[in-house]
């Protein structure tokens, strides 16, 4: 190298450092950018991202021929700092010129290119994947060579690997949800959320129970039917013969509408309308179950449980009400759930779904058990408790007020400051 000028030396010396620092930023931009947003250019049409998806299809290739371009690179470099340095200054010491480059090497195609491609990966990868692209394609029998023995090294240590690299799990989705920030409103990231629920609650969790099913006696008085049927606020109803675990048919009010309107209507054509039951065994998954009421066009499913007794319904309606919230106008009662206390504490009835509470009060009461605030005291006492009893569930104190044969009708809460997380925390209960 005794005939290069020295000003080839060091525009060769600077090409190689820019050289070492486009294969550092394209291998920090390839790896940090989003895979999703990636795929979603890529089928829009966009060159660079169809490019960048295919090198990330194999990255192995494609870190191999990144780590080959970028370390001839650095041993270049350091070869022709080297003759630059003995040239300019024959007595110079080798490891001060080692020193220099790499501190050099280190800010300047290192620290700097990663921290920029860190920051804008897709201003980085896209034009890189032009270069990476093809060089890939020439280089590929070297690269081949080198993965198969680092391959073979670690083939050991390498476990296999069922789930996809891009797969994601409910969890990760779910954190990936809260994370979107401002690219998903949040009324649209509640919605996904309670989806994403959906998988872990069964038909027990959105049950109406049975004491609150308005049904129709087909035996009873003519007269009491109509006007039940005049006076419903829901647009099915049950139709059982003597006693409710012995369900005939679902009548849609609409239906026997224009039939209350002419000398026709009685009892027997009344049961001509009816459709048969849907039933629904108690503790099935949810979604399965939406999606059973779907295939089979129906809005109503009766729960029954192993003896085949009714336990209660659940509506579509219901369920959807669990992703989108309350949309639709229930029949009303008469006592409200929850009742605010001017000392700040809250009057609930015993049959108020705990998850319903959680949502609309913000609590974290125990979801993972009884569904009723009545069966999460119930099971916590293993007894039924007096009126005045006083037991704390998850940091919750609760005091029951009112009592009705076996179970709890109405408890006070007071909501703690900072409730505990824990679904299972020590009941202490005391009279």
């Known amino acids: 190298m005794e005939d290069i000028p020295i000003g080839a030396l060091f525009g060769a010396l600077v090409f190689l450092i820019i050289l070492s620092a486009f294969f550092s930023a394209s291998e920090t931009a390839m790896t940090a950018i989003n895979r999703y947003r990636l795929k979603h250019l890529a089928e829009d049409g966009h060159r ?4 960048a998806r295919k090198l990330l299809e194999r990255p192995d290739r494609m870190l191999g021929t990144i780590l080959l371009g970028n370390n001839a690179a650095n ?22 010129v080692t020193f220099l480059l790499t501190l050099v090497v ?12 860190a920051l804008h990966p897709e201003r980085i990868a896209f034009p890189a994947a032009y270069v990476l692209y093809p060089l890939q394609r ?42 979107s ?37 087909i035996d009873a008085d003519w007269d009491n039917i109509v006007g039940q049927l005049a006076t419903s606020h829901h647009s099915r109803l049950p139709v059982y013969k003597g006693s409710l675990d012995n369900v005939i048919g ?28 849907y039933f629904v065994p108690e503790g099935s998954p949810l979604t399965q179950q939406l999606f059973n009421l779907q295939k089979e066009r129906h809005r109503v499913g ?11 319904l659940v509506t579509v309606e219901e369920i959807l009400e669990e992703i989108v919230g309350e949309f639709t ?28 509470l959680n949502r609309k009060m913000d609590w974290e009461l125990p979801i993972d058990g009884p569904k009723t605030i009545n069966g999460l005291i119930l099971e916590y006492l293993e007894s039924i408790p007096e009126p005045g009893t006083s037991v704390r569930l998850a940091g919750y104190p609760i005091e029951i007020m009112q009592t009705r044969g076996t179970a709890v009708t109405v408890a006070k809460i007071q909501a703690p400051a900072c409730p505990r997380s824990s679904a299972h925390g020590n009941a202490e209960a005391r009279r």
């Open 250 to 277: 679902v009548i849609h009010l609409r239906r026997v509408l224009h039939l209350s309107q002419t000398r026709q209507f009685n009892r027997d054509n009344l049961m001509r309308f009816m459709r048969d039951p």
């Open 302 to 312: 009766l729960v029954v449980d192993e003896y085949g007794d009714i336990k209660g």
């Open 329 to 356: 106008d229930h029949a009303p009662r008469v006592a409200e759930d929850v009742s605010e206390q001017e000392d700040g504490s809250y009057l609930v009835r015993g049959t108020a779904n705990v998850r319903e």
């Open 75 to 96: 041993l270049t470099a350091s070869a022709v700092a080297t003759v630059t340095a003995l040239r300019l200054y024959p007595s110079i010491s080798l490891a001060i």
């Open 138 to 179: 020439v280089v590929h029998p070297l690269v081949w060579l080198v993965n198969q023995a680092g391959g073979w090294l670690l083939k050991p240590f390498i476990a296999s690997r069922n789930r996809p690299a891009d797969a994601l799990s409910a969890q990760e989705l779910r954190v990936a949800v809260r994370e």
């Open 106 to 117: 280190l800010i300047f195609a290192e620290v700097a290119p990663k921290t920029l491609a």
């Open 181 to 217: 920030g401002k690219h998903i409103p949040e009324s649209h990231q509640n919605m996904l959320l309670r989806i994403l629920e959906l998988e872990d609650m069964t038909v027990d969790d959105v049950i109406v129970p049975r004491a609150e099913i308005e049904a129709i006696d």
């Open 48 to 51: 660079g991202a169809r490019y």
